[in-house]
């Protein structure tokens, strides 16, 4: 019976102590036989890394060029879908907050955070900083 196997062998003595070298043998009746140093692996010419560069470059410009556009589809529904809601005005009171008026003013199935960012789109808000007696549009409930 007659099985092939790589090993990995460490010289012992010197810097080489530090490097790896492959070795492949044949073990045959239970015994060791051709001991012979593995081939050297081979290297990347600077072409063939340039080619492989260039590959990963192209794969994340298209990735990136397919994200903006889906990300600018999905911006373009939250806008479409800020006019599906009928608004009322609302003035804010000493004490209130964005999150706690989106709370009382998101439509049925929309979360605290989307409502906010409804309000602040609707509104033209830069940030949550409102004050009061300030008027908002929102969602009508």
């Known amino acids: 019976m007659n099985r092939s196997s790589n090993s990995m062998m460490y010289r012992t003595n010197g810097t080489a102590?530090?490097?790896?070298?492959?070795?492949s043998f044949t073990v045959h009746d239970g015994m060791r036989r051709e001991c012979s140093k593995a081939p050297e692996r081979e290297t990347l010419t600077f072409l063939q890394k340039l080619e492989c560069a260039l590959i990963i470059a192209l794969v994340v410009a298209a990735l990136g060029f397919v994200l903006h556009f889906v990300d600018a589809r999905a911006a373009s529904r939250f806008e479409e879908?800020?006019?599906?809601?009928?608004?009322?005005?609302?003035?804010?009171?000493?004490?209130d907050s964005l999150w706690e008026i989106a709370e009382d003013h998101?439509?049925?199935?929309?979360?605290?955070?989307?409502?906010i960012r409804w309000i602040e789109q609707t509104n033209g808000?830069?940030?949550?900083?409102?004050?009061?007696g300030q008027l908002l549009i929102v969602p009508a409930c």
């Open 106 to 115: 998101a439509p049925a199935g929309m979360d605290t955070a989307t409502a």
């Open 125 to 132: 808000l830069d940030s949550a900083l409102i004050m009061a």
């Open 17 to 23: 102590a530090l490097k790896p070298q492959a070795y």
């Open 81 to 95: 879908s800020l006019s599906a809601y009928p608004t009322t005005t609302i003035t804010v009171h000493t004490g």
